[in-house]
């Protein structure tokens, strides 16, 4: 699939999917990189070393920095893909240095798949086993 890169690099990792928007801010866990938002679909779930693929970013702009903390704090996701990046999200996967893609069609995306994302080149693949 191609898209359009937000943040350059590449990764490989297992698909963690979530079919509503990800508010970083009070949502993922600085320290831990477990989603913590109360009643959100991946509450209780890890997005450590996973590819992280959800519709678009939603709340403060602090969410940039939780981004850059979880990465610091070695607990990000290896990469994003997003339907729309929108800045907070931008500015955090630059800032951290996670690889970032959008205009994909995340609906073909399950949990589990096995994903290649190479933002270089505006590309997500998924492997088929």
């Known amino acids: 699939m191609k898209g359009r890169m937000i943040s350059p690099g590449k990764a490989e990792g297992e698909a963690i999917v979530s079919p509503e928007p990800i508010g970083f801010y009070g949502g993922i866990d600085i320290k831990t990189g477990i989603v913590i938002e109360k009643g959100h679909p991946l509450e209780g779930k890890s997005v450590k070393d996973k590819i992280l693929v959800f519709p678009c ?30 800045t907070i999200v931008a500015t955090g996967a630059i800032l951290a240095g996670i690889p ?30």
Not at 107 to 113: A, F, H, L, R
Request: some cysteine; aromatic content about 4%.
């Open 57 to 86: 970013g939603k709340g403060s702009t602090v969410g940039s920095y939780v981004i850059y903390g979880i990465k610091k704090n070695g607990v990000a996701p290896a990469g994003i893909i997003n339907k729309e990046t929108e």
């Open 100 to 129: 970032c893609i959008d205009q994909i069609d995340i609906d073909k995306i399950k949990n589990g798949d096995a994903i290649v994302l190479d933002a270089d080149n505006s590309e997500v693949k998924i492997k088929k086993s």
